[in-house]
């Protein structure tokens, strides 16, 4: 779709332009506010699948209470999986990669925590982490 500029559009640009009037460097704030971004990190590295939900579970509810924005957790891509072999087992849920962030998403206590898992990053072949952004404690 294709969007005309009005006369006026076009003379407003161009006082503008003229002038000496400049606009408020927004990305100021952010790189400001960058600083107190409180980061964490978890290996799950070794974890057994009820072992890894549960040190994530404490560590989630940990991160919220302490204020921590972002949660990075570290799986691995399950590329070295023994279950891989196994064909009665989920060749996804049962690689921690997969079945940690399924964990999360479905737990409503923690998602009540989170404003933002990153989903993409799991289905990433190339992948062995995620980010959880946690929301602001109230």
């Known amino acids: 779709m294709i969007k005309k500029i ?37 290996d799950l590295h070794g974890y057994t699948l009820d072992n890894a939900n549960k040190f994530i579970s404490e560590f989630i509810e940990k991160c919220y209470l302490e204020n921590v924005n972002k949660i990075k957790v570290i ?12 064909p009665y087992l989920s060749t996804d849920l049962s690689i921690l990669k997969h079945s940690v962030p399924n964990y999360i998403k479905n737990n409503p206590q923690l998602m009540k925590k989170i404003s933002e898992l990153d989903l993409d990053s799991v289905n990433d072949v190339s992948q062995g982490t995620f980010d959880i952004i946690l929301k602001k404690k109230l």
């Open 75 to 86: 799986t691995g891509k399950g590329s070295r999986s023994k279950n891989k072999s196994n």
């Open 6 to 42: 009005s006369e006026q559009d076009k003379k407003d640009w161009k006082n503008f332009l003229d002038s000496n009037e400049r606009l408020e460097n927004k990305d100021i704030n952010i790189l400001n506010n960058k600083k107190n971004i409180k980061i964490k990190s978890i």
